[in-house]
């Protein structure tokens, strides 16, 4: 049964133009003017845009001695009723320390929940033989990123040598390394000098995590990846000094690509001064809000090309896991929400302001990622073969964003009390409605499948050549030039 | 009769893929597998790229004191046998100060001569109310681009304050503003300077005319567009402080582009030291080739995305007018050649190096200046509907570029002896094939056309719309906070 | 007779230390421990510096239509109650256009009021041959600095080659450029675009003169300076864009000097958002106080040395004079107060927080500007030889600033309000006590003397050297090589 | 008995006057004209200025299984012949670990070894109590500068943490945290990749070790120094990566100093691509030379104060112990002389020139590090009361550097041919002329002291009461607003 989305404007990353969009088992089968289907998808007075991708997801993820509360299921469809099509979640190995069990594991726990697509990231927490090898099997399982942490100290943080030896193995596999850049040593220097001080609230995370530390991590990870000769991208840019050290990499012809976060370019470390400890504490993600001073940066970074897509970290922990840290704020589990609100948030503080264009809106929301993440364009496009992810984007619908009415299970939301202007009105997924504004759509799990990402970007592609062709070459020596033994 | 390329990898700005590409009246009609139509069109083993779009050629000019060499026919057939299937040609008032009759007299010479497709810029030489005036008359006229020189003092130069004021006009008819950045006034000073040292051949125009001068007046080119709320475009950036200036704009959400040539790229300064004087002024040109130092960082800006397009200037001088500065290089008409030789010169220096994807070169050869100049995807796109301006580009044809074999009717190349390692195996326009490798084909004089291109780009209505939101507000004060008059 | 001053810390622009200076006819003539002489002045508890400099002040100057009430009088007695010693004052070529008369008119009212010493900087503000020509006679009398408008189109302002040619002979005659940047043209689009948008309140003044035209004029005069290749002064410096192109180009060995006042470093903006029209009047000056964000910058480069100089920019035009502009901010005469507050005011927000040093605050107030303007060590300096304008800093007095209570003639002050911690105890200009905390001292007019400066600094001199030996060559060419003529 | 040195021109960071120094007890006594002494010392015609300080030398170290050639007493003589009159050499812990054991080691070598004065940097190497503790014995013994590698890994490297640690006991001490900043882990894995591609020769010593991993480290450093709130100083500063990371936070006004080699002002990196073996062994220091393209940017920082001291890293191994390295350029050992030649190469290339003054030369060899030091003026400076550490410095002596006539007793010279135009017409230390041209001067081992720097200098003063008042502050919750446990 085919179907045709009618009447929109349609806008994908590079244009903007009327025409209508026919779908058939599941993907685009064309784009035109009077095209007709079994089915008609009205788009009328709205855009159509190809779903987000939010490539920076943790849905159930156990971390700091508890677990993420949003499921699969919750989060799927949250992101679903949002405009989002697709997650890319962030894989853990477990105690075994292997990579192919945590994706099996991984895809145990999504397969019957998730309602969209999905992906992951697999993260490098360590270095040995069997991680080496295993890199292989998860590119070989179509995962090919991989995430390591310069921070969280004695947990998850790798040292410099390891990341350089994983970074190798991301060029040989053609696979992408991404970073979470704060500099885990320092932070832990800061907690005990806060802590020390008397400082137990969440207003102490922001402290101790200044953003000179994210610019220095950032700064080492891309001289690792230039050193490894591989393209780099760092995960939830939050400050001026992450986003230096990334425009001044690119500049030298460096391919770094930067993620802000929806709720780095729209909310303040003031929240974390709140005079209430559980509106601070819902907060508390890492790295931490910054103060004003550096949305601005951020904001050019995505009309300039400096930073290229915006995602959300979503990482929710409810408000009793929050109470953890009552005591000590570096045992509040870190991570918020966002996936349900990062289109219509974007769109009302970008696209409304003229910040953004709608071409660039589509871009930061979904088709960049999906080129970097190399899916593009079964993901991230509106052309003929591509799967049918599509959003008809209503900006009409105004709502006011509250954990009340939100579909996400967690029991607060950082966006609440913002005005958005735009809603989705419909969301497809694979060519199927599975949201519509208004209309009691129901989750539907296990309609959501894995997708596998092949490796050898045309980015990274280009830049090995460079680098071989520009390796250091040995002096050759005539033996007369070389004195004898010593 | 329809048209299938077959056979070959397609490449756009996004995406490099398998297919075939089936044309009918001069537009695509499809692109998929299998595609099949009245004549096939082999593009095995190459690469089916968009037309480049040259987007600054002055064919026949008039300036100083003499006129370009290259016609309209003759550059419209050189630039198609290199891959070139539009250009825009900088239209320039005559004596009676009329863009209207400019425009008139550019289709007047150029209809029935251009053998592909093409567009003008209009060149603003002074500031009066009929210039005001008729700046919509030539938008009506499908000329949605102004031209604005810093340098040619006495001549085409115009004023800071004549510059706010066209730029304000631009905004008003959604038109881009575009400057040719160099000081005129210390250029003036300079010469006179190095003219009294006795230093009277081609090394005085480079040393007149530093990169400093060039710089400084990007800078202020840039202050006025964002005083007036307007995108700008600056023309021929040849080094790094001009760069430096786009990139500083571009990290404030300022929206400025910026077009290295293929020269600047991979020619330097040495080239005006060379022993024969023919030599070096053939190589005299506005701004000047840079020392090598400059050129990383222009290579770097077309990956990063703070410079969008590779041009030419194409202003073609054969060496007997040079002759006109053989005791004053003042006197040498200012100009060279490359419109044929761009995108091979590009390849071979940055694809086969790695230093940009394919999909970069497609997007600084044809599709960025086609989004910029909001005509795409008429241009600049292979998608369905577009314009068939479509190349063959086969990466395994080499030849050695010399002035004795080129197209172009100039008797001298400044790329003789460049091995360039691809070249266009057919070259259609509109759908008809206009050129192909070793087929002897022949030009097509006045089968080209004239192509309009409408106001308000999607990047100048979101400034328009971000400037009108944050515009400075009167502060209302109550009558009895203000004094009465003196 | 001798004087000792004893018992204090002396701090200079490189150290602090215990000792007691002993003065003798004017001078100091030795700096040691237990120094003896015919009269003692108490420095216990108490730093001794060197008297300040405020090298920007505008004395009695005609302006707008108007004359500053300050008079040679009253600023220099103002200053020297604050701790400042030397005034540098900008001369004003009369309705006859002569430097030389200029300065000796400027004599002839500054000789009989002066209460301390004083030098001019000569403004250009046009070109011609007798210009050229007193230039000359301007370094003869003692005048070494010439101060150049890029603002006030059509009445001070002047152009880039008219820069250019007094620039070049700034450098032949080894005196020192100095200019107000800020682009004239674009101010007045931007007046009369805000006037015409009903704007008329002093908010207006700030509006039409964002920082970006000040960045603008500093990068183009640093350009037109570097290509002359002279050292260039940027006198009132008050945003992060001229400070930016001020540490660019020290950052390529160019020699510029910048100067913040310590209004930027302190107030800002919003003061002219101010609900009461006089208080918003009162702070109109240009460039305009900015926002707050522009201070940290400013501050920094006082520590790491890219700005060298706090001055004042002192020229008071009472409330009523201020009226003027009652209906039309670009009528308010600019101007406003600092003399008297600078050291005060910078200690207190400078040294006191730990943001600049002891030795930087002495740096910044006196010696680097007596270093660049080459009458060092008469002045700015505490070693025996130097002229005895020495201050007992008392960093326990502390005093609330108001009109009420200042010296200055002025009826208002733009500190109203702020607490300083320090005060001068003592002042001494060339060994006489001019001033004592508490002691009833009165102005005594004509004490006062020009300071006549040598030309040719030790930079500029330097700068010469390194230009000389880079300056272009011709490239020799055998005649074989050129063509024969046309 | 008295001396005067008679007749020259006397330069100092500050200024240049004609005038005689008189000399008492090791002591300037008076400066000024006409003095009077017992005997006379001839400065006519000639520079008088401070004696230089090398600020980093080597002497007689054990490092990479070998030791240093030059001595303390080879070393001191030859520095003096050169115009460097005190030397400040770095102390390491032996084997015991202990610092209070390795100042008094270094005590018993120097002692009765040194011709002019000496210091002592100590190297931080590990982190435990006892270093803690004995830092302070450090600061009491007269140390007030602690080192830290952030290169040879599994040697003298220490991780950020234990930079943290030991930068905050600095702190507390008032010392000065110093680092040699590279990666030390990325060496070593690039070490490793360029051995097992084959490249064994000294080439592979600058391939290993490139300038991104300077900056790196250097940005590192920086924020480790910040997040204590302390100054730094970068010792060897060879790249724009780590001049730009300096300039960066001084921007921000946090106080870092940088240390340019004279080497790396003047050679570059083809040196290790010589044909010869031992050319190229012999100029493997770490960081080695760098491309010429840095060299512009370090003299700017220079004269732009960004970059404060020029020093020579003089840690001289012969000819026979780098042929340890034949096989493996990782076994070479790293270091190359300098500290005879530093003022004269730096006169010729600095001073004749016009790139720095006079007096920023007399900055950078002397009085900046004195400063820096915190042993300001008793030396680096010309004033009655500092040690009469003075250098004649004749700029009509030229001679050609060559390893056949040095004082030195390394057996070659990385400036073997420089032709210089200036040196030392007599070396005084403490008031004793310990050389003087052609007068076939001795050594005279023994006569040198140890000069003791004092805590605390006015610079980290300042930077610890800013970072106090800045310090964040505990947000005070109402209980009200906690919620009770979990
Ligand atoms: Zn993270
Ligand atoms: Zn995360
Ligand atoms: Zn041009
Ligand atoms: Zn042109
Ligand atoms: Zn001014
Ligand atoms: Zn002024
Ligand atoms: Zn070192
Ligand atoms: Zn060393």
Redesign the interface.
């Known amino acids: 049964m085919s179907k045709v989305i009618k009447g929109g404007t349609i806008v994908t ?4 133009f009327a025409g209508d969009i026919l779908i058939e088992d599941g993907k685009i089968a064309a ?2 003017d009077n095209l007709t289907g079994d089915e008609v998808i009205d788009a009328e007075g709205a855009y159509v845009i190809p779903g987000g991708i939010d490539p920076h997801t943790h849905l159930e993820m156990p971390f700091m001695g508890t677990t993420a509360d949003e499921t699969f299921e919750s989060g799927t469809w949250a992101a679903a009723t949002g405009g989002t099509t697709m997650l890319v979640d962030f894989c853990l190995p477990g105690p075994d320390g292997s990579i192919k069990n945590a994706i099996n594991d991984w895809h145990r726990k999504s397969a019957p929940q998730i309602c969209s697509d999905i992906g992951y990231h697999m993260a490098i927490t360590g270095w040995n033989e069997s991680i080496f090898n295993e890199m292989k099997d998860a590119v070989d399982m179509g995962v090919n990123s991989f995430k390591h942490f310069m921070a969280y100290k004695g947990a998850l943080m790798v ?3 390891e990341m ?2 994983s970074f190798s193995r991301c060029k040989e596999l053609g696979a992408l390394p991404m970073v979470h850049a704060e ?1 885990g ?2 932070i ?3 907690q005990q000098k ?1 802590l020390a ?3 137990t ?1 969440p ?1 102490g995370h922001a ?1 101790s995590r ?1 953003p ?2 994210e ?2 991590a950032a ?2 990870a891309i ?2 990846a ?2 490894v000769g591989t393209p780099l991208y760092i995960v939830h840019v939050s400050c001026e000094q992450a986003h ?1 050290a990334i ?2 990499a ?4 460096h ?1 770094v690509y930067g993620e802000p976060l929806i709720q780095f370019l729209t909310l303040d470390e003031s929240e ?7 509106h ?1 504490a819902r907060r508390v993600m890492s790295p931490p809000f910054r103060s004003k ?1 550096h949305q ?2 951020l ?3 995505l ?4 930073l290229q897509v915006v995602a959300t970290d979503h990482c929710a922990f409810g ?2 896991k929050k ?2 840290g ?2 000590d704020f570096t045992q509040i589990p870190n991570g918020t929400g966002g996936l349900e609100d990062r289109l219509a948030v974007l769109w009302t503080t970008g ?1 409304e ?7 660039e809106f589509v871009a930061v929301t979904s ?1 960049n990622i999906a ?1 970097i993440l190399n899916i ?2 079964q993901k991230g ?1 509106l ?3 591509a799967d049918a992810d599509i959003v008809v984007w209503d900006p009409k619908i105004s709502k006011t964003i509250s954990a009340n009415s939100q579909k996400s299970i967690i029991d607060y939301n950082v966006f609440e009390g913002f005005e958005v202007t735009a809603q989705a009105r419909h969301t497809l997924s694979r060519g199927d409605v599975i949201w519509s504004w208004g209309k009691n759509s129901a989750p539907q799990p296990g309609r959501g499948r894995f997708v596998p990402r092949p490796a050898f970007s ?2 990274g ?9 520009n390796t ?1 070459r ?2 050759e ?2 033996p007369m ?3 004898s ?2």
Chains 1, 2, 3, 4 share one sequence.
Do not use: C, H
Request: glycine share 10%; no cysteine.
């Open positions: 990353a590079d244009r903007q784009i035109g040292e410099d040598d350089y030896a500099n040593d320092i832990q220097e800061l806060y001080e008397g400082i609230g207003e402290f200044p000179e530390l610019g220095e700064n080492r001289m690792i230039d050193a230096e425009r001044r690119r500049q030298k012809g391919r974390y001064f709140n005079k209430s400890w559980e601070a001073a601005d940066g904001w050019a970074g009309s300039a090309g400096s408000t009793e109470k953890m009552l005591n696209v302001t003229g910040r953004i264009t709608p071409e088709t080129k593009y364009p496009a052309v003929p073969g045309s980015a592609t280009a830049l090995s050549r460079w680098k071989a062709l250091p040995k002096v020596r005539d030039n070389i004195p033994g010593i």
